[in-house]
């Protein structure tokens, strides 16, 4: 199982970025994505799941309304949509799988909100 993030960078307050999650080495289409984040100093913080089947999602009150969780179950990609992103989103953005009881995760991308 391999789980690689990409997409993150530097963006001006009220910007957008979009991160994307590529996944190999499970049946993709057969498990749920989430997004967590991790901001310096600060625990990991789960941020969007989009379930495996019909695609429902669920996301934090903190990025309600500005972030979207989708998926290709035909690229095997997952995406994080990240619009109006203030300095409090700063972090490194993860995306992870449970695929038979253990919990997959990729390397990390850095998302830094700054002026």
């Known amino acids: 199982v391999q789980l690689v993030e990409s997409g993150g960078g530097l963006v001006q307050p009220g910007g957008s970025l979009r991160l994307s999650c590529s996944a190999s080495?499970?049946?993709?289409?057969?498990?749920?994505i989430n997004w967590f984040r991790q901001a310096p100093g600060k625990e990991r913080e789960w941020v969007a799941t989009?379930?495996?089947?019909?695609?429902?999602?669920a996301i934090a009150d903190t990025v309600k309304g500005r972030f979207t969780i989708s998926r290709d179950n035909a690229k095997n990609m997952a995406y994080l949509q990240m619009t109006r992103m203030n300095v409090e989103d700063t972090a490194v953005y993860y995306c992870?799988?449970?695929?038979?009881?253990?919990?997959?995760w990729g390397q990390g991308t850095q998302v830094t909100v700054s002026s």
């Open positions: 992870s799988a449970r695929v038979r009881r253990y919990d997959y």
């Open positions: 080495g499970f049946t993709f289409a057969d498990y749920a």
């Open positions: 989009i379930s495996s089947v019909y695609g429902n999602t």
